[in-house]
């Protein structure tokens, strides 16, 4: 059994999948396994995954029968892992060799932590890189506002960090069993690991997240879908919120901060209200 399983869902994802997947063939940590779950590629990405699979025995092709969903083809690989310690790569993203070799020590030397977080660096289509996003641990002392500020500061792509594979389980199916939605779904599966206290960061590991110049997925929403998401996002974060004890004096300082995180990682309100205004004037359609 590999000591890491390293999950790519993907969904004709030919453009990039085989820089993404060489990019794991080269890591520095080798003891790996590397799953590709295909959710019904129509452009070739099989093909390339097969040949990874091929010629390097660590890397394992899986067809799904259909198209599943995305969220569900990403669920599927925590089951198809073998080994304790598990991390998403999407198909389009890339990473420093280090990456796993990073975030594995820091999990092996806190015990107590299930999610190493990496820091990330928005890269545009022409590589220009826009935006940073280190892992930064707040100076509060007191430790609902540390807490909350860290909560605040996650980055949803922390969800690609790595994690021991039974809590990012239990997260992902708690957190999905209220929010089953595609959007947002990456800073609710995090949410848990901040709650725990359970995140540790490694901005040595640095994840190169690519800006699709072709998005695969629709991204116009409805205004009264966005409403319903916004509604159920919030209830999920306040369910995980309720699961754990609290001092008096921490408990409304921290429900603050959760209904902040609420508000800022679904949609916000001005969108939606821009989205509601223009759908009732006919300038899109519902």
């Known amino acids: 059994?590999?000591?890491?399983?390293?999950?790519?869902?993907?969904?004709?994802?030919?453009?990039?999948?085989?820089a993404a997947l060489e990019c794991l063939?080269?890591?520095?940590?080798?003891?790996?396994?590397?799953?590709?779950?295909?959710?019904?590629?129509?452009d070739g990405s099989r093909e390339i995954a097969a040949e990874f699979a091929d010629r390097d025995s660590r890397f394992r092709l899986v067809r799904q029968p259909e198209n599943i969903g995305a969220?569900?083809?990403?669920?599927?690989?925590?089951d198809l892992a073998s080994s304790d310690l598990f991390m998403w790569r999407a198909d389009d993203d890339l990473s420093s060799e280090n990456y796993v070799e990073v975030l594995k020590r820091l999990l092996d030397g806190h015990p107590d932590a299930y999610l190493a977080a990496p820091k990330s660096l928005l890269v545009a289509p022409d590589g220009t890189v826009h935006k940073v996003l280190p892992v930064e641990e707040p100076r509060a002392r007191w430790r609902p506002v540390h807490m909350g500020k860290?909560?605040?500061?996650?980055?949803?792509?922390?969800?690609?960090?790595?994690?021991?594979?039974?809590?990012?389980?239990?997260?992902?199916?708690?957190?999905?069993a209220i929010y089953s939605y595609l959007w947002a779904w990456d800073?609710?599966?995090?949410?848990?690991?901040?709650?725990?206290?359970?995140?540790?960061?490694?901005?040595?590991?640095?994840?190169?997240?690519?800006?699709?110049?072709?998005?695969?997925?629709?991204?116009?929403?409805?205004?009264?879908?966005?409403?319903?998401m916004r509604r159920v996002f919030r209830r999920a974060c306040l369910a995980e919120f309720g699961k754990r004890k609290w001092g008096w004096s921490e408990r409304p300082i921290l429900f603050v901060y959760v209904l902040r995180f609420a508000n800022l990682r679904v949609y916000r309100f001005f969108k939606m209200l821009r989205r509601y205004i223009r759908e009732k004037l006919g300038i899109i359609q519902a």
Not at 1 to 18: C, D, E, F, K, Q
Not at 71 to 78: E, M
Not at 205 to 210: E, G
């Open 150 to 176: 860290t909560l605040l500061g996650a980055s949803p792509n922390w969800i690609y960090g790595l994690w021991r594979r039974e809590a990012l389980r239990v997260a992902m199916d708690d957190t999905g």
């Open 71 to 78: 969220r569900n083809n990403f669920r599927a690989l925590i």
């Open 1 to 18: 059994m590999a000591a890491v399983s390293i999950g790519v869902p993907v969904y004709n994802g030919a453009a990039t999948l085989r």
């Open 187 to 228: 800073p609710l599966t995090v949410l848990p690991a901040v709650l725990d206290e359970a995140v540790v960061g490694g901005n040595d590991a640095v994840l190169f997240k690519l800006a699709s110049p072709t998005p695969r997925y629709s991204s116009r929403v409805p205004a009264r879908e966005m409403i319903a």
């Open 25 to 42: 063939r080269v890591q520095t940590f080798t003891d790996i396994e590397v799953i590709v779950s295909d959710n019904g590629s129509t």
